[in-house]
């Protein structure tokens, strides 16, 4: 149960930017190919890793669109959506578009040009893209018409497992060519001129952690990304980007972050060497306030989703957490992170296990949203229907929990709605002296 709950949580820390400028996301995830193609098993990984990091650099929930398995007229659709989307939002909306899945590029008229395959395409030859495929030029053009000023366009593309080529260009038609700068707009490809990606979701995984990253600047971001994709693929060349930003774009804020010291830095690589749910507990102990936190939550969280060994101890009889408020903490942010996601049956059961562990600001969190009906599978009556008193005693309960647990927004919820600060049941009181976490 712990394990179904915490599976969609969001890894790391939230990291809004204080920004006016409007942003809009669409992010591509392509694997349903047929055979003369090839399936792949990442892109949908690669796309929530994407809306991740995006959340947390401040991109609203709302303005993130995701596609899975997307056909011709599904990806013409999405840009046009997206770029409408920022044309309405004005000169100072920036946009992100991302695409994972198979592409390739194919010569005509001795000029070659790039494209993404739709899912469910059938190709037999890098000499069909031109009909069947989606030009990654159309895509440049629509989105740069909209006149918004910043468009991150990204291509995780050219798996090398496509099959095929052409007579021409070969093991080239895997590949993406190099495209010309265009003003306002930021493009980058995971792969270098020409060359094949595995279906590793590395590039992913590295940008998604670098668009949230305080004091990185969005060019400096895709840099480093790109690099350590080039670093972990030995003999393949540096991937390649066109920057034509006419400003510095930082997602997560210009602001830098304060220097990690050098004992708090040392700690947390050996931290990372050690990825047990103890040492994660300590360096949280030890450093409350660092910059390093939300990595560290996020390592916590993911040791419960694997049923790492070191987190069974950790594991309550009654899908509890026995053990101190830092790791009720971690698996609080994942519910907020989930929330944010519109996840409601994972923030429900987060908060609830947060809740029922001894953190009083999980039980704050988690009575509203009983009382909004999110959780009202537990309050059917004999004849099927929701028990509305039930429902709202459980609510009622729940607040007094967080108020006996310390949380002054429960206290505060209770006093203005005219209810006891706790229950008057001794028992009840007494399982709440027991919840009550190691600190």
């Known amino acids: 149960m712990l394990r179904a709950l915490i599976v969609s949580w969001v890894l790391a820390g939230l990291a809004f930017a204080a920004s006016a400028e409007q942003r809009y996301a669409l992010l591509i995830g392509n694997e349903d190919y047929p055979a003369t193609v090839g399936p792949l098993t990442l892109p949908h990984e690669d ?22 398995d997307a ?40 000029t070659r040009t790039n494209y ?101 600047s969005a060019d400096r971001a895709f840099t480093l990304a790109l690099r350590e994709v080039a670093a972990a693929r ?8 066109a ?23 040392t700690d947390y690589v050996a931290t990372v060497q050690a990825n047990t749910v103890d040492a994660y507990i300590d360096f949280l102990q030890t450093y409350p306030h660092s910059a390093l936190v939300p990595n560290a939550q996020e390592a916590l969280v993911k040791l419960f989703y694997q049923e790492d060994p070191s987190a069974k101890k950790y594991m309550g009889e009654y899908d509890n957490i026995v053990g101190p408020v830092v790791l009720l903490e971690a698996m609080h942010h994942a519910a907020e992170m989930a929330y944010l996601r519109d996840e409601m049956d994972s923030t429900t059961g987060l908060f609830q296990i947060a809740c029922q562990s001894g953190l009083g600001k999980s039980c704050t969190k988690l009575a509203p949203l009983i009382q909004q009906g999110y959780m009202d599978h537990e309050f059917y009556d004999a004849d099927g229907n929701v028990d509305a008193t039930d429902r709202e005693q459980t609510a009622i309960l729940v607040y007094q929990g967080g108020c006996y647990m310390d949380d002054p927004a429960a206290c505060n919820w209770l006093q203005q709605n005219g209810w006891p600060l706790q229950p008057e049941d001794p028992d009840v009181l007494a399982e709440l002296a027991a919840l009550k976490p190691q600190q």
């Open 116 to 216: 993404l395959i739709p899912a469910k395409t059938e190709i037999t030859g890098a000499e069909q893209l031109p009909i069947f495929g989606v030009a990654v030029n159309t895509v440049i053009d629509g989105l740069a018409a909209s006149d918004a000023k910043a468009i991150f366009i990204v291509s995780d593309a050219c798996r090398n497992t496509l099959p095929f080529t052409s007579s021409k260009g070969g093991s080239a038609d895997k590949g993406m060519v190099r495209v010309p700068r265009k003003r306002g707009l930021y493009i980058a490809f995971a792969t270098a001129d020409g060359a094949t990606t595995p279906d590793d979701g590395l590039f992913a995984k590295s940008l998604s952690k670098r668009l949230a990253q305080k004091g990185l």
């Open 243 to 265: 920057d034509g930003l006419t400003e510095d774009i930082c997602f997560a804020g210009c602001e830098a972050p304060a220097v990690l010291a050098r004992s708090e830095g």
């Open 71 to 110: 056909t011709d007229r599904d990806i013409k659709i999405g840009v046009a959506g997206l770029a409408a989307d920022l044309r309405a939002a004005g000169p100072d909306a920036v946009g992100f578009f991302y695409y994972s899945g198979h592409g390739g590029s194919a010569e005509s008229g001795g």
């Open 234 to 241: 030995p003999g393949n060349s540096m991937p390649f980007t």
């Open 47 to 68: 796309v929530e890793n994407i809306r991740n990091g995006l959340l947390r650099a401040g991109f609203p929930a709302d303005h993130i669109r995701i596609l899975k």
